[in-house]
């Protein structure tokens, strides 16, 4: 049940990012929709490892050394997630520079002013 | 009995947060957006941590800690922010004309 | 006909992320591998954080692979906004208008407390949650409130540049010896294992904590300062 409601509100995430990435003009409002895409599939990706009942995979007063494969969620979606992330942040701090460089030249933030190489 | 008292102190921190939402949407310039999101919100961190120091006793002292990062940095945040909207020139709604800012920096730049 | 082809890519979508989603059952149990990892850890590499062990040991390489992807973005900025500062962007340094005196107060107190915060993060990255990527992450966000909040703030990218570069090539040396005194390239069982828990445990995995904390806060810190001027 709760990686459903979580799940669900990963997949609608990446929706509206996908949506606000088609419809917008103004290129700061598409780099967000792209960052929003990129943390409803986080979001998707560690509720994908959700075990029933379980608790976080780290040995600690809350969870022994005995009991942990029974009670633990799954690591390896977590795993994946952390270097995703960091991933996110540079790849959007490309599209970031290319956005300075689109208002350096056409003096606009639109992509009306790319309209050559559109199909 | 605790556990009561920390949900009041809960519900009314959420109560809060959510006029500060609504307050974002219906306002009708960025400064008093600014003003609403700010000080609604900052006030619905405090109660809600409050109420969570009421469920946990053994947090108190890091739920302290929250409370007054969040309290150094929410509103110095907003004060920069709406700074730089008034450098820019973003107009200000209604017809109050009192503009303290810029009366500041007026005198300061007549002064010797 | 433009309206027509974004309703239509969306409707696709909701659709095929729907039958995802009504498909998704509950596991109730870890699968094999999983379940290898979390009795392997704690056991073989004596690190409690069963994340912090798969990312630094048994899946070292990606992580290695993930910085090198760093670099090349942090070169890519650099190639594109590395020319002269274009005055219709950014205002010079001398002439920048300096920031009103809460912020600046604001900022001396909260560096610190950030900065100690990043150094707790990347050192209890093998006992608790935390580890190098988030630790680097917040010591460049430590970096970014400086660049926004002092106007006269330069940051030297050469140093931090040579900074990230010998990190790197620690983090090398140590899978290498990993290769000649432990089962083989990054393998963190080059150190004694210690006790479960403790401070100075689980291999070579805080020195590599370290390294890759130092070497990811630099290249975010280098990435955030190009697009200062």
Not at chain 2, 27 to 49: C, E, F, H, I, W
Not at chain 2, 99 to 106: P, T, V
Not at chain 3, 170 to 196: E, K, N, S, W, Y
């Amino acid at each position: 049940m709760i990686s459903s409601i979580v799940l669900i509100t990963g997949l609608l995430l990446i929706l509206i990012g996908l949506w606000g990435a088609l419809t917008h003009r103004n290129i700061l409002r598409i780099i967000i929709s792209f960052s929003l895409m990129g943390t409803g599939t986080h979001i998707v990706i560690v509720a994908i490892g959700y075990v029933k009942n379980g608790t976080a995979p780290i040995i600690d007063s809350a969870l022994g050394l005995a009991e942990a494969p029974q009670r633990a969620v799954d690591p390896i979606p977590s795993a994946l997630v952390v270097t995703a992330i960091v991933i996110g942040l540079a790849v959007t701090a490309i599209m970031l520079a290319y956005a300075i460089r689109l208002y350096d030249t056409k003096k606009t933030l639109s992509i009306e002013a790319l309209m050559e190489s559109r199909w | 009995m605790a556990e009561l008292v920390g949900s009041i102190l809960i519900l009314i921190g959420a109560f809060f947060h959510f006029s500060a939402g609504l307050g974002m949407v219906r306002m009708p310039d960025a400064y008093t957006r600014m003003q609403a999101g700010t000080k609604a919100s900052t006030l619905g961190n405090t109660l809600v941590l409050t109420g969570l120091a009421f469920y946990h006793p053994g947090w108190t002292l890091k739920l302290v800690l929250i409370i007054y990062f969040v309290l150094m940095t929410n509103p110095v945040s907003s004060h920069a922010l709406a700074r730089a909207a008034h450098f820019i020139g973003i107009p200000m709604a209604g017809n109050s004309g009192i503009d303290a800012l810029r009366d500041a920096q007026q005198t300061k730049r007549s002064d010797p | 006909m433009r309206r027509a082809s974004i309703v239509f890519a969306i409707t696709f979508f909701g659709l095929l992320f729907a039958s995802v989603a009504i498909n998704h059952t509950q596991s109730v149990s870890l699968w094999p591998l999983a379940r290898s990892y979390v009795e392997l850890v704690p056991r073989e590499l004596g690190a409690p954080n069963v994340i912090t062990g798969i990312l630094l040991n048994y899946r070292a390489f990606d992580t290695l692979g993930e910085v090198a992807v760093l670099f090349m973005v942090a070169a890519g900025v650099g190639l594109v906004l590395g020319r002269q500062p274009n005055p219709t962007v950014a205002d010079p340094p001398e002439t920048a208008r300096p920031s009103s005196e809460i912020v600046q107060i604001a900022t001396r107190i909260l560096a610190p407390l950030i900065s100690v915060f990043a150094a707790y993060i990347i050192m209890n990255g093998h006992i608790s949650a935390g580890g190098g990527f988030q630790g680097g992450a917040v010591l460049a966000s430590c970096l970014i409130l400086w660049l926004l909040a002092d106007a006269q703030f330069q940051v030297d990218v050469k140093l931090l540049g040579l900074l990230e570069s010998v990190a790197g090539v620690l983090f090398v040396l140590v899978g290498i010896a990993g290769l000649i005194f432990a089962g083989g390239f990054l393998d963190t069982r080059v150190l004694p294992l210690g006790q479960l828990g403790a401070f100075f445990s689980a291999g070579a995995i805080p020195i590599l904590s370290l390294l890759l904390g130092i070497k990811v806060g630099c290249e975010l810190s280098v990435i955030l300062a190009r697009f200062r001027a």
